[in-house]
């Protein structure tokens, strides 16, 4: 694997979204008053609260998962069953 297959693009073009981007970023933290340290702490306390509560606060996401489910899945098999029939180009 050569370094343009695994970087994506060539060296220079990628340092050069690296530094755009880098500055973008930056400037974004800089407007909200973020250090990289309060992204840190943020992160560690989300994970720390989620344990403290026992993974309830991802209840929420399975009560969506399953409202979402009861539309979505009746609506997969009834379009699945009216293709059948249908040869694709």
Known sequence: MNLHSFLGDTPLRVAIK???ISVLVG???A???WRPWDVWFALRDFVVNLWRHGFAALG???DW???GAT???PAFIVLRILS???TRP
Do not use: H, N, P
Request: glycine letters at 10%.
């Open 84 to 86: 059948i029939g249908r």
């Open 27 to 29: 400037m974004a933290m």
């Open 65 to 67: 998962l399953i409202l």
């Open 60 to 62: 929420r996401f399975g």
């Open 71 to 73: 539309i979505v899945i």
């Open 18 to 20: 690296l530094v755009v």
């Open 31 to 33: 407007a909200f008053d």
